[in-house]
């Protein structure tokens, strides 16, 4: 079992920065690729980011390309969220998954196996 737990989110104005950390425990996350989701308000689960295991390739959804960076610290067991360039549209609750499909990157919520709680983001405009 994996256990995550997202932190870093809170309030922000638009056109400024923020970063998620999601902690993993329970056993290391160096051998799953991992994801970032999305979820606003009345709307589905949306995909924002993933990175495999080693951290080699990573893989955004187009409304965060260029703005957003995923990237993982495995000694650390934790993976990032850098948010810059925030829009208001980008207020959803985070979450962040593990997928055990260490070397593909997946966009579909079903192909990961472990969830955290999320961690709240509301941008200001």
């Known amino acids: 079992q994996v256990q995550l737990v997202e932190s870093g989110g809170g309030l922000v104005q638009a056109g400024g920065s923020l970063r998620l950390s999601c902690a993993a425990s329970g056993r290391t996350i160096d051998s799953y690729s991992m994801g970032w989701f999305r979820q606003a308000p009345g709307k589905e689960r949306n995909f924002v980011a993933a990175?495999?295991?080693?951290?080699?390739?990573?893989y955004y959804g187009e409304p965060v390309k260029g703005r957003f960076t995923i990237s993982r610290d495995n000694a650390k067991n934790t993976v990032y969220l850098q948010m810059n360039a925030i829009k208001p549209e980008d207020t959803a609750v985070y979450y962040c998954?593990?997928?055990?499909?260490?070397?593909?990157?997946?966009?579909?919520?079903?192909?990961?196996?472990?969830w955290g709680q999320g961690t709240l983001v509301t941008v200001s405009s």
């Open positions: 998954a593990a997928s055990r499909n260490r070397y593909t990157i997946f966009s579909e919520p079903n192909y990961y196996d472990y």
């Open positions: 990175i495999t295991s080693s951290g080699s390739q990573t």
